[in-house]
T-cell receptor, first 113, second 111 residues
Framework: GAGVSQSPRYKVAKRGQDVALRCDPI?????LFWYQQALGQGPEFLTY????????KSGLPSDRFFAERPEGSVSTLKIQRTQQEDSAVYLC???????????FGQGTRLTVV | QKEVEQNSGPLSVPEGAIASLNCTYS??????FFWYRQYSGKSPELIMS????GDKEDGRFTAQLNKASQYVSLLIRDSQPSDSATYLC???????????FGTGTSLTVIP
């Protein structure tokens, strides 16, 4: 596609509900990143994929967070048993290889009520 | 703990003036430095990268890096109202794939 596409753009979840956030990277991009951006803060790294391999998940805040990219293209970030502190914008970025050349998607704004 | 510090602002400058945005970082191992612009409700957009000490110019933008002082700055010349946004500083070690972002500086250019 023309850019990184994320869906849904907005998600409201009740506390305790599971959510799944989707990222469609730019076609052919090998590297894929997930970031969490709380209101008034900069993005914080969550996890990194190279093709289907999750090479770094050190930023995932708890075992409630899980990410996958089974075919090396589309990625899903899943949050189980959502809590209010999970409310944030979740940004996906992709690059051919170099993280410095990553393009960001528009993000999914998650609100947990 | 890797930290990237920015003055959150807001920073207001009149149209046509120079806007100066500053960033300090804690990890001396950082090798790559970036400035992103983020309009309200939009995703970050890379505007400048710098890897070595000194100045790097691109149009109205100049990035300045001083590794000894662990300081990186962005100058915007001839500021335009369309430059009004939050500017995020990010650093990368080159040994990993993590970017560490500051909290951003909000810039308003007043017509």
């Amino acid at each position: 596609g023309a850019g990184v596409s994320q869906s849904p753009r907005y998600k409201v979840a009740k506390r305790g509900q599971d959510v799944a956030l989707r990222c469609d990277p730019i076609s052919g991009h090998v590297s894929l990143f997930w970031y969490q951006q709380a209101l008034g803060q900069g993005p914080e790294f969550l996890t990194y994929f190279q093709n289907e391999a999750q090479l770094d998940k050190s930023g995932l805040p708890s075992d409630r967070f899980f990410a996958e990219r089974p075919e090396g293209s589309v990625s899903t970030l899943k949050i189980q048993r959502t809590q209010q502190e999970d409310s944030a914008v979740y940004l996906c970025a992709s690059s051919l290889y170099d993280p410095a050349e990553a393009f960001f998607g528009q993000g999914t704004r998650l609100t947990v009520v | 703990q890797k930290e990237v510090e920015q003055n959150s602002g807001p920073l207001s400058v009149p149209e046509g003036a120079i806007a100066s945005l500053n960033c300090t970082y804690s990890d001396r191992g950082s090798q790559s430095f970036f400035w992103y612009r983020q309009y309200s409700g939009k995703s970050p957009e890379l505007i400048m990268s710098i890897y070595s000490n000194g100045d790097k110019e691109d149009g109205r933008f100049t990035a300045q890096l001083n590794k000894a002082s662990q300081y990186v700055s962005l100058l915007i010349r001839d500021s335009q109202p369309s430059d009004s946004a939050t500017y995020l500083c990010a650093v990368n070690e080159n040994t990993g794939n993590q970017f560490y972002f500051g909290t951003g500086t909000s810039l308003t250019v007043i017509p």
